[in-house]
Structure formats: C-alpha cells, structure tokens
C-alpha cells in the first residue's frame, strides 16, 4: 500500500485566523482560493510566501499575494529560513488557526511536521500541490536529507550511497524513504533516470 500524501486543494476552513504558506506556483493556488472567498477573509490571514529559484519570475506572485491585503506579508529566501518564523507563529498561535499549504512536497511536508510537532490539529490544514513533483528524500541509512530528488535511483548528499526512492512516505519527517540500490553489489548501480518531475 502506497503512503504517498494526497493533496485535495485549498479550500476555505472555519476558523478566527489564517496561516497560508506557499512557495513557488503555489502562490497561484492562494490566489485562485482569494476568488471563492469575500474581499474582506484576508484581514485576519498572514501570508508566508518562498518564491524559491523562481528569480525574477516570482514578482507577479508575489506581487499578486501582496493584493490579497492580508493582516501580516512575510516573503523568505528559502523554507530553511521560513521555518523558524512557522513556528513561532504555531507557538503564539491560539484555538481557531487554519493553516493552508501550497506548493512543492518539500515545503508541505516540512510545513505539516511543524504544525503537527506544534500542535495544530491536523483537521485544521488544507493543501494543495502546485509546482515541482521533486522529492524531499531521508536515507534510512545515515538518516541524512537530501533535497529535489528527480532521478531514480538517486544519490544520498550526505553518506553518498545510491538509493531506491521509495513511494513510502514518512508524515513524522516530511520525506520519501530512499534505501541502499544494490547493497550486496555495490558498484552495481542502474543508470539514473528522471522520475520525479
């Protein structure tokens, strides 16, 4: 049985505040959710948006989130360095949050970690994939995190061993499983090809 994450789309949920966090053309998500909802919905929301590596091409999203008016605007260079402000918004955060994800696997699944370790009730979240279908990947053996996983097999950063990207999915780590390719042969290794695009 496959324990890939199903993403059902944003959709607006019943509570007194909003956290909405999105990277990449996940913003699009946001603002196609913006057009079913009242002009005034963004005044209790705060908008964490990551534009990523999409450069120059991230201002109209960025741009458009902007527009939304909402009560806080925050934009990062990166999920690592938007974490820490999640999270302190999860401690201060009080009963009524709804946290809306959009974007890539990595940022919602690091993004799901914290509000579940925080204790957002998992009812509360809606998500959306939009963008890159690259994995977030944990070797099992040196339990190291390897980031934009497009090929199978891939390569482990940290303790370089080829890995079999498994379509297991870890909700406590936010990560696909990836385990040793050909253990008893190891200069054995299939060709990598793209997989995860």
């Known amino acids: 049985m496959l324990s890939r994450p ?7 949920l019943q509570g007194s505040s909003h956290l909405l966090v999105a990277d990449g053309a996940g913003a699009r998500a946001i603002t196609d959710l913006a057009r ?4 005034d919905w963004f005044a209790d929301a705060h908008i964490i948006y990551i534009p990523g590596d999409s450069g120059p091409a991230a201002a109209p999203f960025s741009e458009a989130l902007q527009a939304l008016r909402p009560r806080q605007w925050h934009q990062a260079p990166s999920i690592a360095s938007a974490l820490p402000r999640i999270a302190k918004v999860f401690a201060d955060a009080h009963m009524g949050l709804c946290l809306y994800l959009a974007g890539t696997e990595g940022l919602i699944g690091q993004v799901m970690q914290l509000a579940l370790q925080g204790g957002i009730d998992h009812t509360t979240i809606s998500t959306e994939h939009r963008g890159s279908l690259a994995r977030r990947m944990q070797c099992v053996h040196c339990k190291g995190i390897t980031e934009g996983v ?22 406590r780590i936010g990560a696909f499983q990836g385990v040793c390719i050909h253990a008893e042969e190891p200069d054995n290794i299939p060709l990598a090809i793209p997989s995860f695009l």
């Open 36 to 39: 079913r909802l009242p002009p």
């Open 6 to 12: 199903k993403y059902e789309g944003l959709s607006p």
């Open 150 to 171: 497009t090929t199978q097999p891939a390569q482990c950063a940290h303790c370089k061993l080829w890995l079999l990207v498994r379509d297991h999915y870890s909700r």
